[in-house]
């Protein structure tokens, strides 16, 4: 039989089965639109959290740092490194005692270590809020800006250098800083630099560790060197003593008479007690030098703060100057501030606690 023309019944089931198809596109559509809705607000969301994770970092080390210099002008500095107040610890098994009050100016402020110092050889302590840091003064690196002859072939043979290449990196060294354009013998001024598509010589001082690679011939020379090796070797600063106390193993292997086991010695016997007299540390390890060495026990007045947050990130690593001098001014300078890879050690070696207040966390309650 023939289904009637006229009856409205199919029409009303295709029109009913277009409005079910509609709508299951727009449901499908909405999903759509809530999932991105969804997934845009959570990468916001995850965004946020992260730039107020880095904000709170930041302050951290920014707190860190500015209460180290503070530290840096209000407390003393020993053959130990930065004292955090004024109780004497360092005997085992002694009572905490306060220094007397006879003992506080005596024409030149006492150096001998006291046991609780800050030391200024790289060692890693708890800054604020998940910071931690390291310390290590100019005294314990070597400066390019400056001579250190005594040292120099120790530093070239540890880079691999040959003794032949050595006077002609020293005269371009020095051509590369000078103020004139005149060539020493093997060195290379602004032409030879713009011949091999190289930004020309600054001729002054180099301003940052770093900058040793734009010198020519000493990139390739420093190529086994990352950047954190060279900013742990290297200094800008006026310096041509060697801190005994600060320096690590490889620039005491530049001394004469130190090889990798001497080095390793002299770590280990600093951590027990500081060296303070120049014939006793020669003496002991029987190294070929005089008592007139250019050797030092005392950290200098500038030095390398590196930061860094146990959540990640890179090291930062900012290069300070005392300046009591500076009437009317800041007693401390900022040089410049270097961002460094992560040093996997860094996380490996634990981080010290500094017994001061003003490292404890604000989160601790007092009992």
């Known amino acids: 039989m023939n289904p009637n023309p006229s009856d409205p019944r199919p029409r009303h089931r295709a029109d009913q089965g277009f409005v079910l198809v509609a709508v299951l596109v727009a449901l499908v559509v909405l999903t759509l639109l809530a999932t ?17 994770d880095a904000f709170e970092a930041e302050v951290a080390m920014t707190s860190t740092r500015d209460t180290l210099l503070f530290m840096f002008n209000t407390q003393r500095r020993t053959y130990g490194g930065l004292t955090i107040d004024k109780q004497v610890s360092w005997s085992a098994g002694e009572a905490t005692a306060s220094r007397s009050a006879s003992d506080e100016d005596s024409g030149l402020p006492p150096m001998l270590p006291i046991g609780n110092e800050i030391r200024f050889d790289g060692t890693p302590y708890q800054g604020l809020n998940g910071v931690n840091f390291a310390l290590r003064d100019d005294g314990g690196r070597f400066s ?42 093997g060195g290379a001024e602004a032409e030879d630099y713009r011949r091999k598509g190289l930004p020309p010589p600054t001729n002054r001082p180099l301003a940052t560790p770093l900058e040793v690679r734009r010198v020519m011939g000493w990139g390739k020379a420093l190529e086994g060197l ?29 001394l004469p008479g130190v090889d990798s086991d001497v080095a390793q010695r002299i770590v280990a016997m600093r951590q027990a007690m500081p060296f303070m007299l120049p014939w006793q540390f020669l003496d002991t390890f029987k190294l070929p030098l005089d008592e007139l060495a250019p050797i030092s026990m005392l950290a200098t007045s500038s030095g390398t703060l590196q930061l860094w947050h146990n959540a990640g990130g890179p090291i930062r690593s900012v290069h300070w100057t005392l300046t009591p001098g500076n009437e009317g001014g800041r007693p401390w300078r900022l040089d410049y501030t270097l961002v460094l890879p992560r040093d996997p050690a ?22």
């Open 36 to 52: 991105a809705i969804a997934t845009t607000s959570e990468r916001a969301l995850q965004e946020a959290r992260e730039n107020a």
């Open 226 to 254: 990352d950047d954190g090796q060279l900013v742990s070797r290297l200094t800008t600063a006026r310096n041509v003593m060697v801190n005994v106390n600060t320096a690590p193993p490889d620039v005491l292997q530049a």
């Open 144 to 185: 390019p800006n400056w001579t250190f002859e005594l040292y120099r072939p120790g530093f070239y043979t540890q880079l691999g250098v040959p003794a032949e290449q050595w006077p002609e990196l020293e005269a371009r060294r020095l051509d590369y800083q000078d103020p004139d354009s005149l060539f020493r013998l």
């Open 346 to 367: 860094s996380d490996q070696t634990p981080a010290r606690t500094i017994p001061s207040p003003l490292f404890a966390n604000p989160g601790a309650v007092e009992r």
